[in-house]
């Protein structure tokens, strides 16, 4: 059955550098999403991404965040410079016209 | 904005036991809703939908009805196994969303043999 990955699957990183997570959907899927979870709270929407751009984003996702689909596959989510409010679980998501979103595993992100 | 309330966790409850998990919802327009599963180690898997009004989502025993007079979608299983224990997620997708999901804050569900 086709899933969604995401590596690494746990990055620990020092405050102020950069990080970039990769995910790699669903192949026939069109529409990308990232969502992140704090210890804790609830999973919180950061970006939708459609036909190579942002369809929507939420507040958290500022300046510091990006969004690509550099080839046919991957799709990645990055932080420009982290901060120790980054840590979280970071989740990838797919989906067809359906709209039925698939997630990957997660991405844990430790921010020292 | 939109918004979704779980009951407060964790549930622990015997084999064959009742669940009900409660969600509550705020949204403009129509929204659709879900309740999705994580077991350890794993991503959010979609365990049933509901798009519309008294709609009844189905599926591995699970049951939540959409009802919009009290805007509630709670999550219902007649008999629980060792196996249902993982953390469940309400969501909705606003009526005017391309697609962003909103999310509860989850309840962990432990079933003891």
């Known amino acids: 059955e086709p899933e969604v990955t995401q590596t690494p699957s746990h990055q620990v990183t020092q405050m102020g550098q950069e990080v970039i997570l990769r995910c790699v959907p669903i192949?026939?899927?069109?529409?990308f999403y990232w969502y992140r979870q704090i210890l804790g709270q609830k999973v919180e929407f950061l970006v939708s991404?459609?036909?190579?751009?942002?369809?929507?984003k939420s507040e958290i996702f500022d300046d510091q965040f990006s969004v690509e689909r550099p080839d046919g596959s991957n799709f990645t989510l990055k932080i420009r410079s982290t901060k120790l409010e980054d840590s979280a679980m970071y989740f990838c998501?797919?989906?067809?016209?359906?709209?039925?979103?698939?997630f990957g595993p997660g991405t844990r992100l430790t921010v020292l | 904005g939109d918004s979704v309330t779980q009951m407060e966790g964790p549930v622990t409850l015997s084999e064959e036991a009742f669940l009900t998990i409660n969600c509550t919802y705020t949204?403009?327009?129509?929204?659709?809703l879900f309740w999705y599963v994580q077991y350890p180690g794993e991503g959010l898997q979609l365990l049933l939908k509901?798009?519309?009004?008294?709609d009844k989502g189905s599926n591995k025993g699970f049951e939540a009805t959409y009802r919009k007079e009290t805007t509630s979608f709670h999550l219902e299983k007649g008999s629980v196994q060792v196996s249902d224990s993982a953390v469940y997620f309400c969501?909705?997708?606003?009526?005017?969303?391309?697609?962003?999901?909103?999310f509860g804050q989850g309840t962990i569900l432990t079933v003891h043999p």
């Open positions: 998501a797919s989906s067809d016209y359906s709209n039925e979103q698939f």
């Open positions: 192949s026939n899927h069109l529409y």
């Open positions: 991404f459609y036909n190579n751009e942002i369809s929507e």
């Open positions: 949204a403009t327009g129509y929204p659709s």
């Open positions: 509901a798009t519309k009004a008294d």
């Open positions: 969501a909705l997708r606003g009526g005017t969303s391309y697609g962003k999901l909103t």
